[in-house]
């Protein structure tokens, strides 16, 4: 089965700092791969995702992910970060028959002014 | 007016009550979800629905069931409730053939005491 790790429970920046948010998974194969944001009191928005072909991957937002097979990683990136930023950021693996997500554990982000 | 609406937000209720959480979306997707989300636990699949025949079990469906009445419908219950199902719950849909959740609703935050 496939498995998703977020090393950060909280990461803190300053406004306009450049972002990196870690994400491992486990899987015998290619998954599919996905960033999730949320903001407080509000579901869960797709930033981006990662199915096949060039591994940098642009979402919405100004943010941007690479896929990095020998590392196991999906980090998600942003040059620069804004205070309307600060969300809860959520790492998923979609693998096996149905690729419907494993969530990681969230990283919660910080933005000081 | 919100793409995927839950009803209630909030509800706080007893040990062994039974209790339905609706969902309804007006995105035209056949495609739907319900997820639980527990502090620092990332969001867990309960149940999920390909079209209005389909239900299928996800990882922690013991203790809930859900009903699709319609294309736009989804509601899960919980038959007799327990303290350990206190949580934020979602409903989600998908688009086309696409297996990742990619609309949310608010949630639904669920005490049980």
């Known amino acids: 089965a496939q498995s998703v790790t977020q090393p950060d429970i909280h990461i803190t920046v300053s406004e306009g700092a450049s972002l990196e948010l870690r994400c491992n998974y486990s899987y015998g194969a290619t998954p599919y791969l996905f960033w999730y944001v949320q903001s407080p009191g509000q579901g869960l928005q797709l930033l981006l995702k990662?199915?096949?072909?060039?591994?940098l991957v642009q979402g919405i937002k100004g943010f941007e992910a690479e896929f990095k097979r020998s590392q196991s990683s999906f980090n998600l990136r942003k040059p620069s970060v804004h205070w309307s930023d600060a969300a809860e950021y959520f790492c998923?693996?979609?693998?096996?028959?149905?690729?419907?997500?494993?969530f990681g554990r969230g990283t919660s982000l910080i933005v000081h002014p | 007016d919100a793409d995927v609406t839950q009803t209630p937000r909030n509800r706080i209720t007893k040990t062994g009550k039974r209790i339905m959480l609706e969902c309804s979306q007006t995105k035209g997707h056949d495609r739907m979800y319900w997820y639980r989300q527990d502090p620092g636990l990332g969001l867990q699949l309960i149940y999920y629905?390909?079209?209005?025949?389909?239900?299928n079990k996800g990882e922690i469906s013991d203790g809930y069931s859900v009903s699709r009445q319609a294309q736009a419908k989804f509601s899960l219950s919980l038959e007799s409730a327990i303290p350990n199902q206190t949580a934020l719950y979602f409903c989600?849909?998908?688009?086309?053939?696409?297996?990742?959740?990619?609309?949310f609703g608010d949630g639904t935050r669920l005490s049980i005491l």
């Open positions: 629905s390909f079209d209005v025949k389909d239900i």
């Open positions: 998923a693996v979609g693998a096996g028959g149905s690729y419907i997500p494993t």
């Open positions: 989600a849909t998908s688009e086309g053939t696409s297996n990742q959740p990619q609309h």
């Open positions: 990662y199915f096949s072909g060039d591994t």
